[in-house]
C-alpha cells in the first residue's frame, strides 16, 4: 500500500463529498424555483488493478443526475398564463436570440408587446393559428413554432369562412306557386320564412345576408340567400341584383331530417370576401313553427385580441371586440426519449444530448403526452427533509476523508522522520 494512495483517495473522498454538498446547496437555494428538477450526485468506485498483489487504493468518481422525469406538485394560482405539464413532456421555449431550449418552468407573464416570458427570459412557442390554419407539427423539429402571444393590439380583420344555421322549417306550411317565390325583378315575392345572419368581408365589414325559405312542393324547399346591401329602401324585395345562392332541399317526411340527396350545407359568396360554408346538416322540417336553434359564423370586425382561457391540450381561445371567441395558438409539448439525460442549462432549462434522444413534437394528450394544466406551476421536485439529511451526511463522509488524509500525512512524517 503507498502512502501517497492513501492521501490521493482521502482527496477524492473529500472532493466526492463536496460535490454532493454542492447539490445540496443548489437543491435547498432553488426548493421554490418553478419546474425545478433536484440534483442528485452517485458515487461509484475508482479502484485501480494491481499487478502485484498489493491492493492499491483507487477513490472515488461522482456523477450529477437529475430526475427530470419526476412529477412535481401543482400550485395552482389565479393567472391563466401559468401553465404546468401533468405528466410527461416539456414546453418549447427559446431565448431573446432564438435559441430554442425545453423546460417545465411554466409561468408565463406578457410582456410589453403582449408575448408570453417566463421568469428566466424564455419566450414560449406554439403555432398560430389566428387565421383559421390548421398547425402540422414537424415531429423531430422546431419548424413552424412562434412566440406565442396573449394579447395583440395590431388590427386583425378577419373574413368570415364558416358558419352554422340550424333551424326547423314548418312541415304543415302551405306550399308556395313557383311564380311566387323570391325574385330580383321587382314581381310580387312571397317566402314562407326568413332569417338573417351577420358574415364580415375582408376589410371586417359586417355583411348581412337574408335567408329566405320557401315551401314548393310536399318535403320540399328552396333555401335562397341575398345580400341586404342590395335590398329595396323598405328592406327586403325586390333586391338590386340577383340571389348569392338558390339551392333546393328535401325532407324525409318520415323523420323530418335532410334526405342523403338533399345538401347540407350552403356555399355563399360574400361580397368582397371570401366563400362562406354554411353547415345546415341540422335543419329539420317538423310539425312547429319556424325557429333558429343556432346560428354561428366566424370571422371579426378589425381589432385585437385578448386571451380567454387555455384548455388541457394546449388550445387557447381569445376573444376580439366583438366578444367572438376563437382559437388564436396552439402550446406544443415536446418529448425525449430519455429525459434523465438531458443537459440542464441556466434558467431551467434542458437541453439535448446524445443519451436523451432527440426531440419529438406534438400536440398535449397524443402520443404519450402529457396535459396542459392553466392556472397551475409545478413546484421544485426538492424535498427540504430529505436534503438536510443528505447534508449532514455529506459533512460526516468529508470529515471521514479529511481523517483518512491526516492518517496518510502522519504515516508519511513516519516515513521522512526515519533517517534521524
Request: aromatic content about 8%.
Amino acid at each position: 500500500m503507498g502512502v501517497g494512495n492513501v492521501m490521493r483517495t482521502g482527496v477524492s473522498g473529500m472532493h466526492a463529498q463536496g460535490n454532493k454538498l454542492s447539490a445540496v446547496a443548489d437543491n435547498i437555494a432553488n426548493a421554490d424555483t418553478t419546474g425545478y428538477k433536484r440534483a442528485e450526485t452517485e458515487f461509484s468506485s475508482r479502484i485501480p488493478q494491481s499487478v502485484t498483489g498489493e491492493y492499491v487504493s483507487g477513490g472515488v468518481d461522482t456523477r450529477l443526475r437529475r430526475a427530470v422525469d419526476e412529477q412535481g406538485s401543482l400550485q395552482y394560482t389565479e393567472s391563466v398564463t401559468d401553465l404546468a405539464i401533468r405528466g410527461n413532456g416539456f414546453f418549447v421555449v427559446e431565448d431573446p436570440t432564438g435559441a430554442k431550449v425545453l423546460t417545465r418552468a411554466g409561468s408565463f407573464v406578457p410582456d410589453s408587446e403582449g408575448y408570453l416570458v417566463n421568469a428566466a427570459g424564455f419566450y414560449l412557442l406554439s403555432y398560430d393559428v389566428t387565421e383559421g390554419q390548421s398547425p402540422s407539427p414537424t415531429a423531430n423539429g422546431f419548424a413552424g413554432l412562434t412566440r406565442t402571444r396573449m394579447s395583440d393590439t395590431t388590427l386583425t380583420a378577419r373574413p368570415s369562412i364558416v358558419g352554422t344555421l340550424k333551424s326547423n322549417i314548418p312541415s304543415n306550411a302551405a306550399t308556395i306557386g313557383a311564380a311566387l317565390l323570391p325574385s330580383t325583378n321587382g314581381a310580387l315575392s312571397e317566402y314562407t320564412a326568413k332569417t338573417s345572419l351577420v358574415a364580415f368581408d375582408n376589410l371586417g365589414n359586417e355583411e348581412l345576408v337574408d335567408v329566405y325559405y320557401s315551401k314548393t312542393a310536399a318535403n320540399t324547399w328552396e333555401v335562397s340567400v341575398y345580400s341586404q346591401t342590395d335590398a329595396s329602401p323598405s328592406g327586403g324585395f325586390p333586391y338590386s341584383t340577383a340571389a348569392l345562392l338558390t339551392d333546393t332541399l328535401t325532407f324525409d317526411p318520415s323523420t323530418g331530417g335532410l334526405t342523403g340527396a338533399s345538401p347540407t350545407s350552403l356555399t355563399i359568396a360574400v361580397p368582397n370576401g371570401q366563400n362562406l360554408l354554411i353547415d345546415i346538416s341540422g335543419t329539420t322540417q317538423l310539425a312547429a313553427d319556424f325557429t333558429v336553434l343556432n346560428a354561428q359564423v366566424d370571422g371579426n370586425t378589425a381589432s385585437g385580441f385578448d386571451l380567454l382561457e387555455i384548455d388541457n391540450t394546449g388550445t387557447m381561445y381569445s376573444s376580439f371586440s366583438d366578444a367572438s371567441r376563437v382559437t388564436t395558438f396552439i402550446i406544443p409539448i415536446a418529448t425525449v426519449s430519455s429525459p434523465n439525460s438531458l443537459r440542464m442549462l441556466p434558467g431551467d432549462v434542458f437541453q439535448t444530448t446524445k443519451d436523451s434522444g432527440d426531440v419529438l413534437v406534438g400536440f398535449a394528450k397524443t402520443g404519450g403526452r402529457g396535459s396542459i394544466i392553466s392556472g397551475a406551476k409545478e413546484r421544485s421536485t426538492v424535498d427540504l427533509a430529505t436534503e438536510l439529511t443528505q447534508m449532514i451526511e455529506a459533512q460526516r463522509g468529508y470529515q471521514a476523508n479529511s481523517k483518512v488524509f491526516q492518517a496518510g500525512s502522519e504515516l508519511l512524517d513516519v516515513v521522512v522522520n526515519l533517517k534521524r
